[in-house]
């Protein structure tokens, strides 16, 4: 079965540097990767979706990149505040299917100080 | 607006005393699931639903159970409660573009 493994639990950065978060995952290959926000005891916010064929995805201060050779993704947050302070999940589909079975790591908490 | 919505938004019940969180949608989506979330050990699914009456196990389905008698509505059912449900659920939604929409949680405790 398909293993994700989100790099850190916990990342502490300061306010305006770039946040990166990784995602890597094993033993099959996904058709899409997705990446989540998810706020305490909130549910998880969609954030970005990035296809197989697709290198780089931007959105505002977001980028993801997908290596499926590296089977990885990386997620940046540019010029990063404190409202970026959160928990972020990564998400793929289960394999043979792009319908609705997802599985997420176990996130990566983002602490942003002023 | 678009919105999924769940109640109760907490529940402290005791072992055994059978329990239904409800779970609704105004987005017409065909596809619903329920998720659990807990320390350490992140999102897992429970069940999940394609389509009216068609329903199927997750990662982590004993101990629940699910209907889906019309498209809106998708309730988790416990039977039988135990100390070792006691987690965040969500219930989720999967819009057009494979996005899915969780709910706001209910934090279940079982005494």
Same mark, same amino acid.
């Given at each position: 079965s398909q293993k994700i493994e989100q790099n850190s639990e916990a990342l502490n950065i300061q306010e305006g540097k770039t946040a990166t978060l990784t995602c890597n995952y094993t033993n099959y290959s996904p058709a899409y990767l997705q990446w989540y926000r998810q706020d305490p005891g909130r549910g998880p916010v969609f954030l970005l979706l990035i296809r197989e064929n697709e290198k780089e995805k931007r959105k505002e201060r977001l980028k993801v990149t997908f290596d499926t050779t590296l089977k990885q993704s990386l997620f940046h947050i540019t010029a $990063?505040?404190?409202?970026?302070s959160a928990t972020y999940l990564c998400a793929l589909p289960s394999?043979? $299917?792009?319908?609705?079975r997802l599985y997420f790591g176990r996130g990566t908490q983002l602490t942003v100080w002023p | 607006e678009a919105q999924v919505t769940q109640n109760p938004r907490y529940l402290i019940t005791v072992t055994g005393k059978k329990l239904t969180v409800t779970c609704s949608q105004n987005?017409?989506?065909?596809y619903m699931s329920w998720y659990r979330q807990d320390p350490g050990l992140g999102l897992r699914q429970i069940y999940y639903s394609m389509n009216v009456e068609v329903t199927d196990k997750g990662d982590v389905p004993e101990g629940y159970k699910v209907s889906r008698k019309e498209k809106r509505n998708f309730p988790l059912i416990l039977e039988s409660p135990s100390p070792n449900q006691t987690s965040l659920y969500f219930c989720a939604t999967l819009g057009n573009t494979d996005t899915q929409y969780f709910g706001p949680g209910t934090r279940l405790t079982v005494l």
């Open positions: $990063s505040q404190p409202a970026d394999e043979g $299917s792009t319908l609705g | 987005m017409n989506h065909e």
